[in-house]
Structure formats: C-alpha cells, structure tokens
Nanobody, 115 residues
Framework: QVQLVESGGGLVQPGGSLRLSCAAS????????MGWYRQAPGKQRELVAV???????LYAEPVKGRFTISRDNAKNTMYLQMNSLKPEDTAVYYC?????????WGQGTQVTVSS
C-alpha cells in the first residue's frame, strides 16, 4: 500500500511560481511511474507531467517550458516546479503512482492563479 500526500499549493499571481511536493510512504517511489494530474472546475482530470523510474519525462503541451517534474528517490518525494503560472493553470493538482496493477492517488492540493 502506498500513501501519497501533496503539499505546496496556494494562491499566486499570474506570472508567479509554486513548487508542489508529493511525499510517498509505504513503498519505494523509485519503482513507480509517477505523475502529476490536475482537474479544474467543470473539467475532466488531465495529465500534467509524468516521470518514469528510468528518469524519462513527459509533459502536456500547455505546460511545456513552464513546468518541471522531478523526483528525489532518497526522500521518496516527487516535485512539480511551476513557473510563469497562468489563470488557466488553476485546478486541484493530484499526484499518482502506478506500477503494473497498482494505481495510487493523493488527495490533491489546490492551486489558484489570480490577481
């Protein structure tokens, strides 16, 4: 069983930055494909970025060049550095860990981009 806890969300002005963290317990994070997803009000949950055990990364087109996903296996933690934030980035951000038949989600952290 893996428990995921997100933190770092909040209110930020357009153009600002935030760093989200996803702390995992119960298993070794390095063995999982880890990802960040987001869900805005009235919209479906969507992929933001993914990182593989081998260090590969993939980004959704709207966040390319602005967001950076990373993982610290020693701390069993994943991060999402978000720069140049836009109002359309406003959403609840969730972290996810997957491995074969296992699929775990965190509870989410709210990010609001507004002046």
């Amino acid at each position: 069983q893996v428990q995921l806890v997100e933190s770092g969300g909040g209110l930020v002005q357009p153009g600002g930055s935030l760093r989200l963290s996803c702390a995992a317990s119960g298993s070794i994070l390095s063995n999982y494909v880890m990802g960040w997803y987001r869900q805005a009000p009235g919209k479906q949950r969507e992929l933001v970025a993914v990182t593989t055990p081998g260090g590969g990364t993939l980004y959704a087109e709207p966040v390319k060049g602005r967001f950076t996903i990373s993982r610290d296996n020693a701390k069993n933690t994943m991060y999402l550095q978000m720069n140049s934030l836009k109002p359309e980035d406003t959403a609840v951000y969730y972290c996810r860990a997957t491995q074969t038949t296992y699929d775990y989600w965190g509870q989410g952290t709210q990010v609001t981009v507004s002046s």
